[in-house]
């Protein structure tokens, strides 16, 4: 099956913001309870350790991403990390949240931020979790070219792929939706109303969640991604699939670290 370039509900300027963040809240929720990206920990503090950087530039983060159950096992390291939410639509009361619950470990960026070009005052490893697909090739290339020319390490973690598997367990995001949002808070009559009464959160997330697949990309395709970008052979790439017992549909990963004579 080939990709498509399809748009997500979330990724339209129109799109209201409360159902947005509805939505996010709810895959922030996902993220926590199943732990889908336990497996590649490991990946990213070698990434860590390789670029000798202890501060994490999260793009594109959603309802605030895995960082709550990530932190806790980076930090079996003993080392420090630093972690800073940004997104082009920032969900601010979620990333307040979490940088609340890790007090001096998280922070987050008010103002909106375009991970084709990151301010340069963002420095730290850039991590994207569950959101690269959201974008073309064109804007793929852009996202690796800009950490590739600031110098940069990068690193991509999908969860979704265009395989029959991964759409069968999209099928049940309704339900889903449902049994899980009674643990998300705050527990808001807005939450309530367009879940339960007007489900228009399950409908949306399940309509994103089937087209996310559609617009992940294989292994072969980030490869040709980053051999297109200027300047990508001056870094260490591992691209590839990480598969655990607990996560067995596995984590598409593509993780970029500046060679040492071309770290900035």
Known sequence: MRRLQLIELEDLAWFPAILRDL????LQMMLHVSNPYAPVASRLRNALEAS??????????GGSGPWA???PLLAVTGAPVHVTLTDRYPNINAFANLAHHFRGNVTFASAPV????????LVGLRTIFSAFHHFSPEDGRA????????????AIFEATARTPAVFLAMLTTPLLVWLLTPLIRPLTPARLLFTYLVPLVPAIVLFD?????????TIDELRSLVEQVPGAEDYQWTIGVERAASAPLGI?????????AHVG
């Open 143 to 154: 996202i690796i070219g800009d950490a590739v020319a600031q110098a940069r390490p990068i």
């Open 209 to 217: 969640g089937v087209v996310s697949c559609l617009r992940s990309y």
């Open 52 to 61: 000798g950087e202890h501060r994490i530039i999260d793009l594109a983060s």
């Open 69 to 71: 159950r990530m932190l």
């Open 114 to 121: 375009d991970a084709r070009r990151v301010p340069h005052e």
């Open 252 to 260: 598409t990963y593509c993780v970029g670290v500046p060679r040492p």
């Open 23 to 26: 939505a996010t809240d709810y």
